[in-house]
Structures are given as C-alpha cells and as structure tokens.
C-alpha cells in the first residue's frame, strides 16, 4: 500500500487559483478542511478567512460547516490546509501550535506555486510536523504554463 497522497488535478488548480487571487489581494491567505475519500485523493472545502491581517489565516464558525458537508459525503476529516502568499510551504511555529496531534496540514506557497503535505505529531511534550508524499496530479496541458 503506498503511504502518499494525491491532489487531483481539478483541486490543485482551484487551490492554484485562489491563492494567487488572494496574495494579489494585499497579501491574504486563504484555506480550509481537507478530507478523503478513501484512496487517498485529497479533496479540499474552502472557508472564509477571519482574518484581516495579512500573511494569517484564521479559522470561524465555516470550519464546522466545511467538516458537517465533508461528513455527508461520506469522506474522511485529515486537517486543514492554507496558503503561504510570500514564504514556503513549511508550516511556522504558530500552524504547528494550532493544529490537532495527529492531523493533516497542506500548505501551498503561491511564489512557488508548490503544495506540501504535513503530519502533526507530539514528540515528548513538543508538536511538530513531518513530512508526508503529495504527489500532485498534473493535466497534459499543465507544461504550457504554470495553471493559473
């Protein structure tokens, strides 16, 4: 059985998408709940930022909402994810902080245009994140450009 996860096509590049949309929008990330269907295919469910800062990402009441529809669909809760407008996809102490043991974090880095996917565990008394495979579905056409 392999250990990596995908992301489809289709949800990289709605993640592609809005992420550059919101960096250009005066530095703003975006995010939300990632989950699966079983298989290991990423799927993700966007939420409202509740943030007004810039280069933070701020869960509200969207979350439970997001997690109630992934519920009904039958796929499985792994974490969160949320963009990095101008650092890379490593997660900083404050996502590691605020992130479920055991959970999933994807982080993509717009400047990049790179995702990462991390596990949160707790060694001794400290968080931390290691990293896992994400193998990103490309289309055939993604070579004539960079999907945005």
């Known amino acids: 059985m392999s250990r ?3 992301l489809p096509y289709r949800e990289w590049r709605r993640l592609s998408r809005r992420a550059y949309a919101a960096q250009q929008r005066d530095q703003f990330e975006i995010g939300g709940v990632i989950s699966t269907n079983g298989d290991r295919e990423i ?14 990402f701020e869960f509200g009441d969207d979350f439970w909402r997001a997690r109630g529809v992934i519920r009904a669909s039958g796929h499985r809760y792994l974490g969160t994810f949320h963009s990095h407008p101008i650092s890379e996809a490593i997660p900083g102490p404050g996502d590691i902080r605020g992130a479920d043991v055991d959970s999933l974090q994807l982080i993509y880095d717009v400047c990049g245009v790179n995702a ?19 193998v990103v579905e490309r289309s055939p056409h993604a070579s004539r450009g960079s999907g945005r």
């Open 43 to 56: 799927r993700l469910e966007f939420v409202r930022n509740e943030s007004d800062r810039p280069c933070h």
């Open 116 to 134: 990462r996917l991390w596990r949160i565990i707790k060694r001794g008394r400290r968080k931390q994140a290691i990293e896992l495979t994400l």
């Open 4 to 6: 990596e996860y995908r």
